[in-house]
């Protein structure tokens, strides 16, 4: 039997373990990326280890997500990152050069590597044929010590693309389908390798759409093969060298097969609060539109931008509509404006904003209260744009400017009739327009030693937590529903992304909108047990959903299920991620019941826990689904103390 392409990946940086899926091997990443809202706790960790220059083939710190500089705390964190990048060896990509995703495929991404992002999205770059896999800062840390990462071997399915796009429908298209099938927990432990006719028709931005949305389906990864397209687009970009072919085996092996006939598609739309609630846009019961954006890594591309220029061409948006735009990158930007379509879109009314994630996590552009939002980025999670109360719905980008232009939901074809047959013609450059002045190179090794790493007063310490105690008694702090989002747990916008890097301040805002009252709760607990309900965790990769409550005394959360870059972010910050050994119990408990967990570090490496409802009077057992290395790390008291400790036993600090 021939391999897939992902296996070929993995056995190239294979360096320990078992290759069957669900076990875990150890491998080692070539390149790392950490965007601004994240990243300053990544930072503050790889300075604890020590070490004084990153350890990979390429790092790279991108300032894109929170460019709203409303007070102090995020030109901190910029002048932190930037020095910090400085001083360590990494690249920096500066504010208004594009999205972290968007700029990385472009100008770093290349075949057959591997890398490791601190943002979910980080399979974006799998459109190159690089395996780019999402984890938490802690993890890119490690990553950039050059320690081989963990990770659990993924069950490979392969997606079959037949067919070919209708005009009027996008990649997004093929990405609601994926979701409609899969669902948003469906994923869980899966890489999808994308084969088939149509993938060689299909450019690399487009594919770049699907790679970065299977996030959302839970998945490790997605891949697309480095073919015909991959080298049109590298060397678009002025980097032919980085072109590798890199194809699975004519007869690969994978654990499934999905296949997906594009001509069948029609206009998708995902209707609040979940990305896999997906139906057909003409079915959505027609309401007001009160906001329109266009942006994000998923969906801004030079192809994506040109076809909703040509929907809004000789058109106006709504009178009730605001409609923005934020473009992924500084080099489509230009190439847009180049040819005419800023233009087409400022003279419809659309609103330009910076190149940056902005409205995408809130930073910017929230919706009115109760108001119906239309977006063609990736998440639309309750509170994800930042009004608890907005109902948020995901399309294309020819969608989402019909609907801007018809103040109701809206496809290209309801707007443009037969010419969005024109719509098709749209392609890619031939030839981009690079210029790399706002990438910063890495200084040599004898410069970078003299910079001094700015510390303003935003920048406060990484909290670091205890090994776990031998008896554990606490109370339940809070009670979940099903698929809680890291979003619930740690709130977006442009006033709370600013305190990531002072947890103090930012424990404070913990389940802020899921339930106000829980951050005092839990301080006044003291320690403190989370109860979640299926998928719990999902979402974001943002680490801060594990600091923040084990900040405030969180030893351990319960769940259904718990989503993979959740878990790891427990792990790494000593948090224990238990999940139900019968999940009916969960029907049991309640908030303020009394939790008791005799010989816990007894029972840890058993991977079976006894818990004691006292309250209840109950007594239940929980599982840990962790490999043995996730179980070394809990003991340990989390991960900054195993890596270091790691790093000395190898010699590499003292
Ligand atoms: Fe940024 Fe949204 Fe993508 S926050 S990285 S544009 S998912």
Known sequence: MGKSLTRKILEAHYVAGIMTPGEEISIKVDQTLTHDINAVMTYLAFEATGLDRVRTECSVSYLDHNLLYVDNKTPDDHIYLQSAAKRFGVYVSRPGNGICHTVHMARFGAPGKISMGGDSHTPHGGAVGMLSIGVGGM??????????????????????????????????????????????????????????????????PARATIANMGAEMGATASIFPADGQVKKFLSAQGRPDAYLELLPDEDAEYDETIEINLSSLEPLIACPHQPDNVIPLHEAEKKRVQQVFIGSCTNTSYADLAKAALVFKGRHVHEDVSCTCAVASRQTYRQLMRDGYIEILLDAGVRMLEIACGPCCAIGQTPATDGVAVRTSNRNFKGRAGSPSAQIYLVSPESAAATAIAGTFATAEDIMGADVALLGAIREPDCYDVDDSMILAPLPREEAAKIEISRGPNIKFLPVPEPPATRLCAPISLKTRDNVSTDDITPASAEFSSMRSNIPLMSQYCYHRYDPDFAARAREMGQSIIIGGENYGQGSSREHAAINPMYLGVKAVIAKSIARIHKGNLVNHGIIPMLFGDASVYDSLEQGDELVIEDLIGQIPAKRIQVKDTTKGITFHTVLDLSDNEIEVILNGGQLRTLKKKLSQNGAIR
């Not at 990553?143 to 997606?159: D, E, F, K, Q, W």
């Open 139 to 204: 993890d890119v840390a490690t990553a950039m010590t050059g320690v081989p990462m963990r990770l659990i071997m993924p069950r490979i399915i392969r997606v079959n693309l037949t067919g070919s796009l209708n005009p009027g429908c996008n990649a997004k298209e093929v990405i609601l389908e994926m979701l409609r099938r899969v669902t948003i927990k469906g994923g869980l432990g899966n890489v999808y390798e994308y084969t088939g006719p149509a993938v060689a028709e299909m450019e690399v």
